[in-house]
Structures are given as C-alpha cells and as structure tokens.
DNA sequence: CGCGTTCTTGATGGGGATCAAGGTGAGTGG
DNA sequence: CCACTCACCTTGATCCCCATCAAGAACGCG
C-alpha cells in the first residue's frame, strides 16, 4: 500500500475536532495524540467494517473520507453518511456488536484506533458528543432525502459538510475539498448521477458555488442556507 | 387527563423488549418494574420533547406510540421514526444535550422514567443494544428514501414495524394495530397522502395486506419482504 | 497516444405531485 | 333518531420533476 501524500498532511483536524467536542484534559490530548503517531494508512475502496460482521475496536478518522453504505440486493446503493477526519469508527456498547453497516474507504485513509475512554471523562464526553453530532446528521439525512428538491438536497450537503470541515478546520471560507464523483453524491442523495450533474449546473449558474476538481467553493453559505432552507444543528448546550 | 383505556392494557411488551435486549438480571427487571408502576399517561399530541430545547431524564414508553418528527420552516413535516413501547426516549450521554428532534404522541402515552443503568450491567447493555437498533433502523429509513419506490417503502415501513412489535409481543402472526394516517406516512415515507392510498389500495390488490380501521394484517410477510428487497436487521451476535 | 473514468448534453418517458371533488364513518347535539 | 360536522379516505385529471436511455466530450493516467 503506498502512503500517498495528501492535501490533509497534518493530524491536527482529528485533535481539533475531539477538543472542540469536549476532549480539552490534558490526558485526553495525550491519549489522543499516542493514537495519532500510530496511525495506519488504509487504501482507498477498502471495506473498514462490513454490515452484519462483528465490530472490532473503535477506531479514528485521522486524513481522508471514508462513507457508511448500504448495498441492495439488486445493487442499489445508498450512502448513509460521510465520515471525515476527526469522526468515530465502530463506536459501540452492547456486547458483541455486529456493523449495521459497511464502512468504506473513499480516499486513502489514515485510520488511528481511538483510545479508550478509560479514566478521562473528557474523552468520554467527546465520544458522546461525537455520537449525537453523528445522530443529528443522520436526521438531517433522513429529512434531506424525504423532503428536499434535487437541488435543496445538493446544497445542503454541501453546507453540512461545509459545517462539518469547519469545525475541525479544514473547511476555509466557504472552500474545501471534496473527493466525491457525482455518481457518489446521487447515491448519497437518492438521485441519478445526470440529474445531480444537471442540478450542479443550475447551482453554479446561480452563482451559488464554484467546483474546480475536487474543489468546491460556496459563494454565500448564509444565503445559500437561506435557499435551501437549511437548519443549525447543535447536540449539547454551552456551558 | 383521562387513561383512556387501550389496547394495550399490561406493561409486559416493555419488559419483554429490554429482556430481549438483555435485561435479564433480577436487579434490571426490578428496576423496570418499579418504573412502569409510578408511569405517567401524555395525551395524545403531546410534544415530549422539543428540537433544540435540553434534554431532561430519559424516559421509556409503556404503551402507545410517539413519533420523531422535524418540522421544516415552510410547514413540511417529515417523521424520522416511530417509537413503540419498550423503547427510550432522550438517552443521551453528553452533558447538557439538547434534544436533535422533537419527539410527540401520537396516541395517548404511558412514558416512565427510564431507570438509571447504576450497577446493573445488563440493563446498560439493554439500553446499549436499543439504541443499537435505533440507528439501524435510521439506517433504513434512509436507505427506504434515497432509493425504494413508493410500494416499497410502504411494504418495507409495515414489515419493520411488525419485526418490532413481533419483539415486544405487540404483534400475532402478520397482525398488529397502526395508529397511523395516511397523512402520516406519507410524512414518514416522503410521499403525499394521495399517493399512499393509492399504493395501499395496489397492495390490497396483490393481496399482500388487509387494513382495517387500526389493524394491518400482512398476509404473507416472508414473501412481502423478498417482493420489496428487505434485508433483515441484527445488531449484536448471539451469545 | 490510447484508454478508462467522469462529466456533459439531448430526447423521451414515467412515477409521483398537485389540484379538485366526492364519499365515508364516528362523534355530537338537538 | 337524525342532521351536522370534522377528520379521514377515495377517486379522477393533469402536470412536472427526475429517471432512463444514448451519445459524446473532457480529463487524468499509463
């Protein structure tokens, strides 16, 4: 496996997102750090867990994209989330979990196994931030794609991640990289790759948003979230 | 407020599901029992809990049926899920949350304060596993939205709520009371009421299902699923 | 340069939305 | 016992968003 270089070189958007999140202990950081210096570089494509197979340790997003899936029978697909640096892998407390569903390597990947909680309730409390943050987007999900147009569903994944990169810095000024086809994005918004392409178009001609490669660029994330009627997401309240 | 009598007059499909899930110590079962004896009845429509505001204890429900819901700015209503009785509501385990969805009463209620986990293991592993199966069954929703036709999305919404209602003791052979509109399914399955009826009407055709007043009879559910594509859901491996 | 993947564009069709009336049944009050 | 009402279900006609089918064009890569 090569360890192909990537734009996000450095850890800190792992570190940034958990200490965002609650993990600000000392013994938090350290641990987290250790995890870090020991990572593993996953290839992209590679399945990190499978639906239906026994979870194995947690583990932490450090670089690249990962996405939770689910295949149909007939081939199908649909994307259930997006994970990015700084998201949990396999986070469970029954006995014995079994993956609800596969989890699959979008970019290469550099995975670290996510220390246990252990004595540092800051660490605790970061994973279950992590947790309800995760479950906030799956509502947003399920909302997306049983009450949004074509076009609503486009810009307000493209906000959420937008939200997401920002919050473990690797979203600046409305900009950040995107390493999706648009076949990827239809099988995450339950729409055809030609009417995703046509609805990007429509975007783009409004003005709304830029995409050079794997860059996309939203002109006005205020407005753009006027637009699609898009909702703050907020798990825990300040202290 | 009267406690309306219902059909679902004994506690046990509570017990019966967290015993399922693992509850099967005598502490966790005592536990239960002394929460559903003080339970509270919520009328129907009821909010028990509103997007945004914080979360208070977690609770359980008795009997009845609630609905996780999001109200868009422009009146669109989606729901995310059903709740049935045996399962929680608000368990959460960062400091402060706030609740990510508003959660209401679609019947009349009987909601008791969840016991705390405190030394019964098996109880925090029954909680584990129902919040578990909670996100599996997100998961399908969203696989139901992104990429079911209308018909499979009704098929498959009635085949998961038997599977659950089968799990507490709600349902017997195919049969079990919805208390659903079309409205709300519709709102639940990202289609019009219109179109509901008249996919309803097409099942009732192919006789795949009898519904009358408040009860569903799936004829032959093994055969319903293998027409709509469901995949079974499990979330931990049997001992 | 050749080749596969991804993006783009056009033409056509269908699944489900929308609009607009009825019909039905349970509860309510006279 | 029967009007009245309100919520819900049912049906028909029409429309449109998005899927489908089918080629090309552009791009990255060996």
Redesign the interface.
Known sequence: MTPSPTPYALPQPTMRRLATL?ATSDAAIAAIDAAIAVAQWVPARRDLLVE?Q?VGEPRLIVAGWAA?V?I???G???F?SFLLPGDLIGM???????A??TVVALTDLLVATAPAPGGSPHL??AY??S??LE??Y??S???R???FSAQERIGDLLLELLERLTLNGLAIGGSFDVPLTQEMLG????LTPVHVNRMLQSLRRDGDLLWRHTRVTLRDPVQLARKV?R?P?????P?
């Open positions: 609650g239906g026994p939770r689910r149909l029978l007939d199908r697909r649909q259930l469970c407390r029954q006995p014995r979990p079994l609800v569903s605790a409390h279950a931030a947790g309800a479950e906030a799956l509502l999900h399920i909302v794609l049983g009450r099988d995450s918004l339950g009627g909702l997401v907020r798990v825990s309240a202290a």
